[in-house]
């Protein structure tokens, strides 16, 4: 199990860009499909995006299709994910965490430890 740390999150107004970033140590890093989750005030963490290990596949919630993408740097044990047009439900604390899968039953967080998480807020 690797530590996380989320960082990028910030304030911006409705229709603004951000870029996430997850970092994570440890060098089996590039073993997992990794995925971003978020969690808005008074709900559940709900999974947003996933990618596989080497980068060739990705998958996102319809709510951000179109307008996030996600990548990761395994020489750099980093993840990213570039958010665009971004909309006031998008306000949330972003966390990354390694999934087992891009596919549907796989997109769970794998390791049990989270990281601090970054908070995205968006202005309207």
């Known amino acids: 199990q690797v530590q996380l740390v989320e960082s990028g999150g910030g304030l911006v107004q409705t229709g603004g860009s951000l870029r996430l970033s997850c970092a994570a140590s440890?060098?089996?890093?590039?073993?997992?499909?990794m995925g971003w989750f978020r969690q808005a005030p008074g709900k559940e963490r709900e999974f947003v995006a996933a990618?596989?290990?080497?980068?060739?596949?990705?998958y996102y919630v319809d709510s951000v299709k179109g307008r996030f993408t996600i990548s990761r740097d395994n020489a750099k044990n980093t993840v990213y994910l570039q958010m665009n047009s971004l909309k006031p439900e998008d306000t949330a604390v972003y966390y990354c965490?390694?999934?087992?899968?891009?596919?549907?039953?796989?997109?769970?967080?794998?390791?049990?430890?989270w990281g601090q998480g970054t908070q995205v807020t968006v202005s309207s």
């Open positions: 990618i596989t290990w080497s980068g060739g596949s990705t």
């Open positions: 440890g060098r089996t890093f590039s073993n997992y499909a």
């Open positions: 965490n390694a999934v087992m899968a891009v596919a549907q039953e796989g997109r769970k967080p794998l390791f049990r430890s």
